[in-house]
């Protein structure tokens, strides 16, 4: 196990706490169902740790937390860190340091990090359908104004970002993304045949039949139990495609482009001084 994993690792035990100490229902999601169900832990060359809540789950956790939390560690969303371009949170651990690319210049903690998401419903009615696409779209681009560009992004998107930003939707984050948050969270999951984790960079592939998380099932995670979702191969399956296949040596790593990675020093280190910009993966 890495540094940055045994990092997030700590910080999972936080968080299962919690959610025992309070009663929540919590899965592990994302490539964290790969790791559990694949490796028993972490997959070998990656750095997440990924969970989602149900909303109801989600908002009491997220009230609760801090308090609950060594005084290290910073449950970040848009409530507590304003200019957090997010809709869902991140426990970070405020020693250490992960200043990734999009958001190296914005002012909020950048301490290594897990990612806990919110599970919301989803209208039924096809013309609602679209109109809940396209206001979700336009929100998200507002909330990400702050953020800088990428390549990856449409020149459309780049352009409309530079128009919000000239009309300072930049210096609105957290309004934009209470906004958001309230649009999306309208779906009662309760009511909902589709469970969807809005929060993740994968759109569409999110929205799962209630089914696929079901009550879940229990998986080991470094030496952990965990919930995983009930239907994890249908789940997985739905992401990923051939999730069981073994990814070629150049496909074996980490997603995330970062500035600085520091599992010794902390955040407030590096926003003090000027550093040099350095794409770089883990």
Request: hydrophobic fraction near 35%; proline fraction near 4%.
């Amino acid at each position: 196990m890495t540094e940055v994993q045994e990092i997030e690792l700590n910080m999972l035990k936080q968080v299962l706490g919690i959610c025992d100490e309070l009663g929540l229902v919590y899965y592990m999601v994302c490539g964290s169902v790969i790791g559990a169900v694949k490796y028993k832990g972490f997959v070998p060359w990656d750095d997440d740790i990924d969970i989602a809540l149900p909303r109801r789950d989600y908002e009491i956790f997220c009230e609760n937390a801090q308090k609950m939390l060594p005084e290290y560690y910073f449950l970040q969303n848009y409530k507590t860190d304003p200019a957090f371009p997010t809709i869902y949170s991140k426990l970070r651990d405020s020693r250490t340091a992960f200043i990734e690319t999009p958001t190296a210049d914005l002012p909020i903690n950048h301490g290594i990090y897990i990612d806990i998401f919110p599970l919301d419903g989803y209208p039924s009615e096809h013309g609602m359908i679209k109109r809940f696409e396209k206001k979700k779209k336009l929100l998200k681009l507002l909330m990400i104004s702050s953020c800088k560009n990428n390549n990856e992004q449409k020149a459309l998107t780049k352009a409309l970002l530079s128009v919000f930003r000239l009309f300072g939707f930049h210096r609105k984050t957290n309004a934009t993304a209470e906004k958001l948050t309230n649009y999306l969270s309208r779906w009662q999951l309760e009511k909902s045949e589709i469970w969807c984790n809005h929060g993740n960079w994968q759109g569409e592939l999110e929205y799962a039949p209630r089914e696929q998380y079901g009550e879940g099932i229990w998986a080991e995670f470094e030496g952990l139990n965990v919930r995983i979702p009930q239907k994890y191969d249908e789940y997985l399956t739905q992401k990923y495609g051939d999730w069981r296949a073994e990814l070629s040596k150049e496909k074996q790593i980490s997603h995330h482009v970062y500035e600085v990675c520091d599992t010794q020093k902390s955040y407030t280190e590096y926003i003090k001084q000027e550093y040099k910009s350095a794409k770089r993966f883990i």
